[in-house]
Protein backbone atom coordinates (compact mmCIF):
# COMPACT_ATOMS: atom_id res chain seq x y z
CA UNK A 1 0.00 0.00 0.00
CA UNK A 2 1.45 3.24 -0.50
CA UNK A 3 2.09 5.75 2.17
CA UNK A 4 0.74 8.98 1.80
CA UNK A 5 1.61 12.25 3.77
CA UNK A 6 -1.21 11.79 6.04
CA UNK A 7 -0.03 8.35 7.20
CA UNK A 8 3.10 10.09 8.28
CA UNK A 9 1.69 11.64 11.52
CA UNK A 10 1.90 15.22 10.23
CA UNK A 11 -0.31 18.30 11.85
CA UNK A 12 -3.06 19.15 9.75
CA UNK A 13 -1.45 22.53 8.70
CA UNK A 14 1.42 20.68 7.51
CA UNK A 15 -0.63 18.92 5.67
CA UNK A 16 -2.83 21.38 4.61
CA UNK A 17 0.15 23.44 3.31
CA UNK A 18 2.15 20.20 1.38
CA UNK A 19 -1.25 19.76 -0.70
CA UNK A 20 -1.19 23.26 -1.44
CA UNK A 21 2.20 22.97 -3.08
CA UNK A 22 1.23 20.11 -5.14
CA UNK A 23 2.74 16.97 -3.73
CA UNK A 24 0.63 13.93 -3.67
CA UNK A 25 3.24 11.42 -2.18
CA UNK A 26 5.95 11.35 0.13
CA UNK A 27 9.40 10.51 -1.32
CA UNK A 28 11.16 7.79 0.08
CA UNK A 29 13.41 9.60 1.97
CA UNK A 30 10.27 11.63 3.15
CA UNK A 31 8.40 8.54 4.08
CA UNK A 32 11.77 7.10 6.30
CA UNK A 33 12.64 10.57 7.80
CA UNK A 34 9.75 12.12 8.89
CA UNK A 35 8.15 9.52 11.25
CA UNK A 36 11.90 9.29 12.63
CA UNK A 37 12.16 13.03 13.39
CA UNK A 38 8.74 13.29 14.84
CA UNK A 39 9.68 10.78 17.74
CA UNK A 40 12.50 13.41 18.37
CA UNK A 41 15.50 10.96 17.33
CA UNK A 42 18.90 11.62 15.76
CA UNK A 43 18.71 10.76 11.95
CA UNK A 44 21.90 9.61 9.57
CA UNK A 45 20.63 10.43 5.82
CA UNK A 46 22.40 9.43 2.97
CA UNK A 47 20.69 11.59 0.16
CA UNK A 48 21.77 14.18 -2.21
CA UNK A 49 19.49 17.06 -3.45
CA UNK A 50 16.64 16.13 -5.98
CA UNK A 51 15.20 13.00 -3.77
CA UNK A 52 13.27 15.33 -1.77
CA UNK A 53 15.50 15.25 1.76
CA UNK A 54 14.96 19.26 2.23
CA UNK A 55 11.05 18.41 3.55
CA UNK A 56 12.17 15.25 4.86
CA UNK A 57 13.63 17.93 7.32
CA UNK A 58 11.65 20.78 7.24
CA UNK A 59 7.90 19.41 7.18
CA UNK A 60 8.65 17.73 10.99
CA UNK A 61 10.45 20.22 12.15
CA UNK A 62 7.83 22.47 12.24
CA UNK A 63 5.42 20.38 13.68
CA UNK A 64 8.33 19.73 16.75
CA UNK A 65 8.43 23.84 17.11
CA UNK A 66 5.07 25.10 16.69
CA UNK A 67 5.06 24.33 20.75
CA UNK A 68 6.53 26.98 22.61
CA UNK A 69 8.31 30.39 21.83
CA UNK A 70 11.62 31.59 20.48
CA UNK A 71 13.92 34.03 23.55
CA UNK A 72 15.76 36.97 21.58
CA UNK A 73 18.94 36.17 20.05
CA UNK A 74 17.98 32.46 21.43
CA UNK A 75 17.04 30.49 18.30
CA UNK A 76 15.54 26.86 18.96
CA UNK A 77 16.64 24.93 16.04
CA UNK A 78 20.19 25.30 13.64
CA UNK A 79 20.28 24.45 10.12
CA UNK A 80 23.51 24.71 8.85
CA UNK A 81 24.14 24.82 4.41
CA UNK A 82 27.06 25.13 2.74
CA UNK A 83 26.07 27.30 0.16
CA UNK A 84 24.19 30.66 0.85
CA UNK A 85 21.97 29.80 -2.25
CA UNK A 86 20.83 26.28 -0.49
CA UNK A 87 20.49 28.35 2.68
CA UNK A 88 17.96 30.67 0.90
CA UNK A 89 16.13 27.34 -0.64
CA UNK A 90 15.43 25.87 2.44
CA UNK A 91 14.62 29.24 4.13
CA UNK A 92 12.11 28.98 1.21
CA UNK A 93 10.75 25.50 2.44
CA UNK A 94 10.10 26.94 5.82
CA UNK A 95 7.79 29.67 4.23
CA UNK A 96 6.09 27.49 2.06
CA UNK A 97 5.76 24.90 4.40
CA UNK A 98 5.20 26.69 7.54
CA UNK A 99 3.05 29.06 5.79
CA UNK A 100 -0.36 27.90 8.44
CA UNK A 101 1.82 27.96 11.50
CA UNK A 102 3.25 30.98 13.66
CA UNK A 103 6.60 30.44 13.26
CA UNK A 104 9.52 32.59 12.68
CA UNK A 105 12.87 32.04 10.83
CA UNK A 106 15.97 34.27 10.30
CA UNK A 107 18.19 33.24 7.42
CA UNK A 108 22.09 34.11 7.97
CA UNK A 109 24.20 34.25 4.85
CA UNK A 110 27.08 36.19 3.84
CA UNK A 111 26.82 39.13 1.87
CA UNK A 112 23.92 40.56 3.71
CA UNK A 113 23.84 42.91 5.89
CA UNK A 114 24.50 42.16 9.76
CA UNK A 115 22.75 44.91 11.28
CA UNK A 116 19.49 43.68 9.77
CA UNK A 117 20.50 40.18 10.41
CA UNK A 118 21.20 41.35 14.00
CA UNK A 119 17.73 42.78 14.02
CA UNK A 120 15.84 39.65 13.27
CA UNK A 121 17.54 37.53 15.64
CA UNK A 122 16.87 40.09 18.65
CA UNK A 123 13.18 39.71 17.94
CA UNK A 124 13.51 35.87 18.61
CA UNK A 125 13.89 32.85 15.41
CA UNK A 126 12.50 29.39 16.23
CA UNK A 127 14.36 28.43 12.93
CA UNK A 128 18.24 30.16 12.13
CA UNK A 129 19.33 28.77 8.59
CA UNK A 130 23.02 29.78 8.55
CA UNK A 131 25.86 29.22 6.26
CA UNK A 132 28.70 28.71 8.85
CA UNK A 133 31.61 31.23 8.53
CA UNK A 134 27.90 34.19 9.19
CA UNK A 135 26.60 32.08 12.03
CA UNK A 136 30.35 32.51 13.59
CA UNK A 137 30.19 36.00 12.79
CA UNK A 138 27.51 36.77 14.43
CA UNK A 139 28.14 34.30 17.61
CA UNK A 140 31.34 36.23 17.96
CA UNK A 141 30.34 39.96 17.92
CA UNK A 142 27.30 38.30 20.68
CA UNK A 143 24.15 38.78 18.70
CA UNK A 144 23.02 34.70 18.67
CA UNK A 145 23.21 32.54 21.73
CA UNK A 146 23.11 29.11 21.46
CA UNK A 147 21.90 27.61 24.78
CA UNK A 148 18.15 27.22 23.52
CA UNK A 149 18.62 24.95 20.05
CA UNK A 150 17.01 22.02 20.12
CA UNK A 151 17.32 20.79 16.66
CA UNK A 152 20.34 21.03 15.06
CA UNK A 153 20.34 20.06 11.19
CA UNK A 154 23.81 19.50 8.92
CA UNK A 155 23.02 19.44 5.68
CA UNK A 156 25.25 18.41 2.77
CA UNK A 157 27.94 17.22 5.35
CA UNK A 158 30.33 15.59 2.00
CA UNK A 159 29.72 19.28 0.99
CA UNK A 160 30.70 21.01 3.69
CA UNK A 161 34.28 19.14 3.72
CA UNK A 162 34.68 19.96 0.07
CA UNK A 163 34.69 23.36 1.41
CA UNK A 164 36.80 23.29 4.23
CA UNK A 165 33.80 23.97 6.55
CA UNK A 166 34.69 20.89 8.48
CA UNK A 167 36.68 22.83 11.33
CA UNK A 168 33.45 25.91 11.37
CA UNK A 169 31.22 23.07 11.85
CA UNK A 170 32.98 20.65 14.67
CA UNK A 171 33.34 24.57 16.68
CA UNK A 172 29.40 25.47 16.39
CA UNK A 173 28.23 21.73 17.68
CA UNK A 174 30.87 22.25 20.42
CA UNK A 175 28.92 25.39 21.36
CA UNK A 176 25.27 23.99 21.58
CA UNK A 177 23.48 21.88 24.16
CA UNK A 178 24.47 18.36 24.60
CA UNK A 179 20.99 17.62 24.59
CA UNK A 180 18.88 18.03 21.31
CA UNK A 181 17.72 16.41 18.32
CA UNK A 182 20.43 16.63 15.41
CA UNK A 183 20.07 15.75 11.92
CA UNK A 184 22.96 14.94 9.44
CA UNK A 185 22.50 14.56 5.95
CA UNK A 186 25.38 13.70 3.08
CA UNK A 187 25.49 12.55 -0.10
CA UNK A 188 28.22 10.47 0.61
CA UNK A 189 29.98 8.93 3.20
CA UNK A 190 33.85 8.95 3.32
CA UNK A 191 35.70 8.40 6.06
CA UNK A 192 36.04 12.09 7.75
CA UNK A 193 32.31 12.53 7.45
CA UNK A 194 31.63 9.32 9.10
CA UNK A 195 34.03 10.35 11.93
CA UNK A 196 31.92 13.51 12.37
CA UNK A 197 28.58 11.60 12.12
CA UNK A 198 29.71 9.11 14.77
CA UNK A 199 30.69 12.59 17.11
CA UNK A 200 27.96 14.23 17.06
CA UNK A 201 24.69 11.81 16.96
CA UNK A 202 23.49 9.73 19.23
CA UNK A 203 21.91 6.06 18.32
CA UNK A 204 21.10 7.59 14.53
CA UNK A 205 18.09 6.14 12.61
CA UNK A 206 20.50 5.64 9.53
CA UNK A 207 18.65 5.81 6.44
CA UNK A 208 19.69 5.68 2.88
CA UNK A 209 17.83 6.35 -0.25
CA UNK A 210 19.36 5.84 -3.80
CA UNK A 211 20.15 9.38 -5.88
CA UNK A 212 17.63 10.30 -8.10
CA UNK A 213 18.09 9.19 -11.68
CA UNK A 214 20.40 12.17 -12.63
CA UNK A 215 22.14 10.87 -15.62
CA UNK A 216 18.99 8.32 -16.73
CA UNK A 217 17.27 8.14 -19.85
CA UNK A 218 15.50 11.37 -18.97
CA UNK A 219 18.81 13.72 -19.91
CA UNK A 220 20.00 13.02 -23.13
CA UNK A 221 23.24 13.39 -23.54
CA UNK A 222 25.95 15.35 -26.10
CA UNK A 223 29.67 15.83 -26.37
CA UNK A 224 30.84 18.32 -29.24
CA UNK A 225 34.66 17.78 -29.70
CA UNK A 226 36.39 21.17 -30.57
CA UNK A 227 39.29 22.88 -30.52
CA UNK A 228 40.21 25.39 -27.57
CA UNK A 229 39.74 28.70 -29.72
CA UNK A 230 36.59 27.34 -30.85
CA UNK A 231 34.65 26.66 -27.72
CA UNK A 232 32.81 30.03 -26.94
CA UNK A 233 31.70 29.94 -31.28
CA UNK A 234 30.58 26.02 -30.51
CA UNK A 235 28.80 27.27 -27.53
CA UNK A 236 26.84 29.69 -29.64
CA UNK A 237 26.21 27.52 -32.24
CA UNK A 238 24.65 24.63 -30.12
CA UNK A 239 22.39 27.69 -28.26
CA UNK A 240 21.35 28.38 -31.70
CA UNK A 241 20.34 25.28 -33.00
CA UNK A 242 18.63 23.77 -30.46
CA UNK A 243 14.93 24.01 -30.99
CA UNK A 244 13.76 23.47 -27.58
CA UNK A 245 15.92 25.47 -25.76
CA UNK A 246 13.70 27.40 -22.75
CA UNK A 247 16.06 28.05 -20.69
CA UNK A 248 19.97 26.44 -19.54
CA UNK A 249 22.67 26.50 -17.42
CA UNK A 250 26.05 27.07 -18.88
CA UNK A 251 28.56 25.56 -16.88
CA UNK A 252 32.24 26.86 -16.45
CA UNK A 253 35.20 25.92 -14.18
CA UNK A 254 36.58 29.12 -13.47
CA UNK A 255 35.18 32.07 -11.61
CA UNK A 256 37.05 34.23 -14.50
CA UNK A 257 35.65 32.26 -17.45
CA UNK A 258 32.06 33.05 -16.09
CA UNK A 259 32.16 36.89 -16.59
CA UNK A 260 33.89 36.67 -20.29
CA UNK A 261 31.61 33.74 -21.36
CA UNK A 262 28.25 35.94 -19.99
CA UNK A 263 29.89 38.70 -21.85
CA UNK A 264 30.51 37.01 -25.06
CA UNK A 265 26.68 36.03 -24.85
CA UNK A 266 25.30 39.24 -24.04
CA UNK A 267 27.01 41.04 -26.89
CA UNK A 268 25.73 37.63 -29.36
CA UNK A 269 22.33 38.76 -28.12
CA UNK A 270 21.64 36.32 -25.78
CA UNK A 271 19.37 37.13 -23.12
CA UNK A 272 21.92 35.61 -20.19
CA UNK A 273 23.20 36.40 -16.68
CA UNK A 274 25.43 34.81 -14.68
CA UNK A 275 26.14 33.42 -11.22
CA UNK A 276 29.25 33.14 -8.98
CA UNK A 277 30.85 33.31 -5.59
CA UNK A 278 32.34 37.22 -5.92
CA UNK A 279 29.15 38.66 -6.83
CA UNK A 280 27.59 40.36 -4.21
CA UNK A 281 24.70 38.80 -2.40
CA UNK A 282 21.81 40.70 -3.69
CA UNK A 283 22.91 40.82 -7.34
CA UNK A 284 23.35 36.64 -7.06
CA UNK A 285 19.74 36.58 -5.05
CA UNK A 286 18.24 38.62 -7.79
CA UNK A 287 19.84 36.95 -10.76
CA UNK A 288 18.60 33.81 -9.35
CA UNK A 289 15.13 35.02 -8.97
CA UNK A 290 15.36 36.31 -12.60
CA UNK A 291 16.17 33.03 -14.56
CA UNK A 292 13.67 31.52 -12.32
CA UNK A 293 10.94 33.82 -13.66
CA UNK A 294 11.96 33.59 -17.07
CA UNK A 295 13.07 36.64 -17.46
CA UNK A 296 16.75 35.32 -17.98
CA UNK A 297 17.16 32.29 -20.73
CA UNK A 298 21.06 31.38 -19.83
CA UNK A 299 22.99 31.43 -16.70
CA UNK A 300 26.54 31.28 -16.61
CA UNK A 301 27.49 29.88 -13.52
CA UNK A 302 29.37 27.77 -11.75
CA UNK A 303 29.66 24.26 -9.47
CA UNK A 304 29.34 26.28 -6.49
CA UNK A 305 26.55 28.92 -6.74
CA UNK A 306 24.42 26.50 -8.58
CA UNK A 307 24.38 23.36 -6.36
CA UNK A 308 21.09 22.15 -5.89
CA UNK A 309 19.58 24.68 -7.34
CA UNK A 310 15.88 23.67 -8.38
CA UNK A 311 14.81 25.03 -11.37
CA UNK A 312 11.29 23.27 -12.66
CA UNK A 313 11.61 22.66 -16.22
CA UNK A 314 15.03 23.57 -16.92
CA UNK A 315 15.46 22.04 -20.61
CA UNK A 316 18.94 22.58 -21.10
CA UNK A 317 22.37 22.05 -19.49
CA UNK A 318 25.90 23.52 -21.40
CA UNK A 319 29.07 22.41 -20.31
CA UNK A 320 31.11 25.36 -21.31
CA UNK A 321 33.71 23.15 -19.75
CA UNK A 322 34.42 19.78 -19.20
CA UNK A 323 34.17 19.18 -15.12
CA UNK A 324 37.37 18.42 -14.06
CA UNK A 325 35.99 16.25 -11.53
CA UNK A 326 33.18 13.64 -12.75
CA UNK A 327 31.16 14.29 -9.73
CA UNK A 328 30.68 17.46 -10.93
CA UNK A 329 29.34 16.34 -14.48
CA UNK A 330 26.39 14.47 -12.52
CA UNK A 331 25.36 17.28 -10.44
CA UNK A 332 25.42 19.82 -13.29
CA UNK A 333 23.10 17.72 -16.07
CA UNK A 334 21.13 16.79 -12.99
CA UNK A 335 19.72 20.09 -13.02
CA UNK A 336 17.89 19.18 -16.06
CA UNK A 337 15.62 16.17 -16.84
CA UNK A 338 13.71 16.59 -12.96
CA UNK A 339 10.74 15.04 -12.06
CA UNK A 340 9.67 12.68 -15.13
CA UNK A 341 10.67 15.92 -17.71
CA UNK A 342 13.45 15.30 -19.91
CA UNK A 343 16.24 17.48 -20.36
CA UNK A 344 19.22 17.71 -22.88
CA UNK A 345 23.12 18.09 -21.91
CA UNK A 346 25.52 19.23 -23.98
CA UNK A 347 29.66 19.21 -23.02
CA UNK A 348 31.80 21.01 -25.04
CA UNK A 349 35.70 19.04 -25.08
CA UNK A 350 38.70 20.21 -26.03
CA UNK A 351 41.87 17.99 -27.02
CA UNK A 352 42.97 18.99 -23.20
CA UNK A 353 40.00 17.08 -21.73
CA UNK A 354 40.24 13.46 -22.58
CA UNK A 355 40.77 12.12 -19.59
CA UNK A 356 38.26 14.15 -17.96
CA UNK A 357 35.75 12.57 -19.89
CA UNK A 358 36.97 9.53 -19.55
CA UNK A 359 36.82 9.71 -16.01
CA UNK A 360 32.99 11.16 -16.31
CA UNK A 361 32.15 8.27 -19.09
CA UNK A 362 33.41 5.86 -15.99
CA UNK A 363 31.28 7.56 -13.79
CA UNK A 364 27.46 7.82 -15.62
CA UNK A 365 28.84 4.30 -16.97
CA UNK A 366 27.40 5.34 -20.46
CA UNK A 367 28.96 7.65 -23.14
CA UNK A 368 27.84 11.17 -24.38
CA UNK A 369 26.66 10.89 -27.85
CA UNK A 370 29.28 12.41 -29.95
CA UNK A 371 27.82 15.59 -31.97
CA UNK A 372 29.75 17.93 -34.73
CA UNK A 373 29.00 21.46 -34.52
CA UNK A 374 28.34 22.47 -38.04
CA UNK A 375 31.00 24.59 -39.64
CA UNK A 376 33.36 24.13 -36.99
CA UNK A 377 36.34 20.99 -37.07
CA UNK A 378 36.10 17.79 -34.77
CA UNK A 379 39.30 17.55 -33.43
CA UNK A 380 41.57 15.28 -32.08
CA UNK A 381 41.79 14.02 -28.31
CA UNK A 382 44.40 14.36 -25.93
CA UNK A 383 44.42 11.11 -23.53
CA UNK A 384 45.99 12.50 -20.41
CA UNK A 385 49.36 10.62 -21.65
CA UNK A 386 50.43 12.78 -24.27
CA UNK A 387 48.57 10.70 -27.13
CA UNK A 388 46.66 11.99 -29.45
CA UNK A 389 43.67 9.90 -30.18
CA UNK A 390 41.30 9.76 -33.38
CA UNK A 391 38.80 12.10 -34.47
CA UNK A 392 39.34 15.36 -36.75
CA UNK A 393 36.54 15.09 -38.84
CA UNK A 394 35.21 18.35 -40.63
CA UNK A 395 31.10 18.11 -39.77
CA UNK A 396 28.76 18.47 -42.84
CA UNK A 397 25.70 20.99 -42.73
CA UNK A 398 22.38 19.08 -41.80
CA UNK A 399 19.39 19.16 -43.45
CA UNK A 400 17.97 21.53 -40.75
CA UNK A 401 20.97 23.58 -39.92
CA UNK A 402 21.49 22.19 -36.90
CA UNK A 403 24.02 19.59 -35.34
CA UNK A 404 24.75 16.54 -37.18
CA UNK A 405 25.16 13.45 -34.60
CA UNK A 406 26.87 10.37 -35.34
CA UNK A 407 27.63 7.35 -32.35
CA UNK A 408 29.64 7.64 -29.71
CA UNK A 409 33.27 5.97 -30.55
CA UNK A 410 34.03 3.33 -28.75
CA UNK A 411 38.01 3.98 -27.70
CA UNK A 412 36.58 6.94 -25.92
CA UNK A 413 35.21 4.42 -23.39
CA UNK A 414 37.40 5.00 -19.99
CA UNK A 415 40.07 2.81 -18.71
CA UNK A 416 39.94 1.85 -15.55
CA UNK A 417 43.70 3.43 -15.20
CA UNK A 418 42.26 6.55 -16.11
CA UNK A 419 41.03 9.29 -13.44
CA UNK A 420 40.40 12.64 -13.42
CA UNK A 421 43.81 14.30 -11.94
CA UNK A 422 44.97 18.11 -12.58
CA UNK A 423 47.73 18.65 -14.97
CA UNK A 424 50.18 21.63 -13.53
CA UNK A 425 49.00 24.63 -15.11
CA UNK A 426 51.08 25.35 -18.54
CA UNK A 427 52.66 28.54 -18.46
CA UNK A 428 50.20 31.38 -20.19
CA UNK A 429 47.37 29.45 -19.36
CA UNK A 430 44.84 29.67 -16.85
CA UNK A 431 45.16 27.94 -13.46
CA UNK A 432 43.14 24.54 -12.75
CA UNK A 433 40.67 24.91 -10.43
CA UNK A 434 42.28 24.48 -6.33
CA UNK A 435 42.71 20.59 -5.59
CA UNK A 436 42.19 19.26 -2.37
CA UNK A 437 44.61 17.58 -0.58
CA UNK A 438 44.30 14.99 1.01
CA UNK A 439 48.44 14.43 2.53
CA UNK A 440 49.40 16.07 5.11
CA UNK A 441 46.37 18.85 4.52
CA UNK A 442 43.17 18.44 5.00
CA UNK A 443 41.01 21.20 5.27
CA UNK A 444 39.37 19.89 7.50
CA UNK A 445 42.77 20.27 9.62
CA UNK A 446 43.14 23.63 8.51
CA UNK A 447 42.54 26.84 9.53
CA UNK A 448 40.51 29.58 7.87
CA UNK A 449 43.44 31.76 6.79
CA UNK A 450 45.13 28.49 5.73
CA UNK A 451 42.03 27.61 3.48
CA UNK A 452 42.75 31.08 2.03
CA UNK A 453 46.23 29.85 0.12
CA UNK A 454 45.47 28.31 -2.72
CA UNK A 455 48.67 28.65 -4.26
CA UNK A 456 49.65 25.10 -3.37
CA UNK A 457 46.43 23.38 -4.03
CA UNK A 458 46.44 24.74 -7.57
CA UNK A 459 49.40 23.43 -8.68
CA UNK A 460 47.58 19.89 -7.72
CA UNK A 461 49.81 18.55 -5.14
CA UNK A 462 48.65 15.42 -3.05
CA UNK A 463 46.13 14.85 -5.09
CA UNK A 464 42.74 12.45 -3.59
CA UNK A 465 43.04 8.77 -3.90
CA UNK A 466 39.60 7.76 -3.74
CA UNK A 467 36.10 9.52 -5.43
CA UNK A 468 35.47 11.83 -2.45
CA UNK A 469 38.49 12.47 -2.20
CA UNK A 470 39.09 13.59 -5.50
CA UNK A 471 35.78 15.58 -5.80
CA UNK A 472 35.95 19.66 -5.29
CA UNK A 473 34.46 21.98 -6.56
CA UNK A 474 35.66 24.50 -9.15
CA UNK A 475 35.75 27.73 -6.75
CA UNK A 476 35.58 25.96 -3.58
CA UNK A 477 36.11 29.15 -1.34
CA UNK A 478 33.21 30.76 -3.04
CA UNK A 479 31.17 31.03 -0.14
CA UNK A 480 33.68 32.15 2.46
CA UNK A 481 33.30 35.69 3.32
CA UNK A 482 36.26 36.16 5.31
CA UNK A 483 39.06 35.04 2.46
CA UNK A 484 40.05 37.36 -0.08
CA UNK A 485 39.35 36.04 -3.41
CA UNK A 486 41.29 36.87 -6.82
CA UNK A 487 39.17 38.58 -8.96
CA UNK A 488 38.70 38.33 -12.17
CA UNK A 489 41.48 39.67 -13.84
CA UNK A 490 42.68 37.42 -16.93
CA UNK A 491 40.37 36.88 -20.03
CA UNK A 492 41.32 33.42 -21.75
CA UNK A 493 43.64 34.37 -25.02
CA UNK A 494 40.92 32.22 -26.67
CA UNK A 495 38.13 34.93 -25.85
CA UNK A 496 40.28 37.36 -27.26
CA UNK A 497 41.05 35.77 -30.52
CA UNK A 498 39.32 36.82 -33.67
CA UNK A 499 37.64 33.73 -35.20
CA UNK A 500 36.85 33.63 -39.36
CA UNK A 501 34.27 30.88 -39.12
CA UNK A 502 31.11 31.41 -41.37
CA UNK A 503 28.32 32.02 -39.54
CA UNK A 504 25.48 29.91 -38.65
CA UNK A 505 22.27 31.00 -40.65
CA UNK A 506 20.01 32.37 -38.05
CA UNK A 507 20.56 34.86 -35.05
CA UNK A 508 23.79 34.88 -35.71
CA UNK A 509 24.89 38.63 -34.13
CA UNK A 510 28.84 38.03 -34.25
CA UNK A 511 30.21 39.05 -30.41
CA UNK A 512 33.70 40.80 -29.59
P1 LIG B 1 15.24 18.46 -2.47
O1 LIG B 1 15.88 17.10 -2.62
O2 LIG B 1 14.80 18.70 -1.08
O3 LIG B 1 16.15 19.53 -3.01
O4 LIG B 1 13.91 18.49 -3.35
C1 LIG B 1 13.94 18.34 -4.73
C2 LIG B 1 12.65 18.76 -5.38
O5 LIG B 1 11.60 17.84 -5.11
C3 LIG B 1 12.10 20.12 -4.95
O6 LIG B 1 11.70 20.79 -6.13
C4 LIG B 1 10.89 19.82 -4.12
O7 LIG B 1 9.95 20.84 -4.23
C5 LIG B 1 10.41 18.54 -4.76
N1 LIG B 1 9.67 17.67 -3.82
C6 LIG B 1 9.93 17.46 -2.53
N2 LIG B 1 9.07 16.57 -2.03
C7 LIG B 1 8.25 16.20 -3.00
C8 LIG B 1 7.14 15.29 -3.10
N3 LIG B 1 6.74 14.56 -2.07
N4 LIG B 1 6.53 15.15 -4.28
C9 LIG B 1 6.94 15.87 -5.36
N5 LIG B 1 7.97 16.74 -5.35
C10 LIG B 1 8.63 16.90 -4.17
Known amino acids: MTTTFADLELSANVLRAVEDVGYKTPTPIQQQAIPIVLQGRDV ?26 AKARMPRSLILEPTRELATQVSENFELYGKYQKLNYALLIGGERFEEQSRLLDRGVDVLIATPGRMLDLFERGKILLADVKILVIDEADRMLDMGFIPDIERIVGLLPRIRQTLFFSATMPKEIRRLADAFLSNPKEIAVSPPSTTAENVQQFIARVSKDDKREA ?21 RDIDAVYRALVKSGFNAGQLHGDMPQPTRTATLEKFKAGDIDLLVCSDVAARGIDISGLSHVFNYDVPMNAEDYVHRIGRTGRAGKTGRAFMIATPDDGKYVDAIIKLVKRAPETIAVEGLGEVAEDDGAGRRRRGGKRSEPSANGAVRERQAEPERQAGPERQAEPEPAAEGEAD ?23 GDRRRGRGRGRDQEDAHIPGDVMDERDDVPFAKADHVPAFLLRQVSIPKPSRNSKEAG
Open 235 to 255: LRRLLQSEEGLRNALVFCNRK
Open 44 to 69: LGIAQTGTGKTAGFTLPMIDILSSGR
Open 432 to 454: PPPRRETAGGRPAERSRDEAGRR
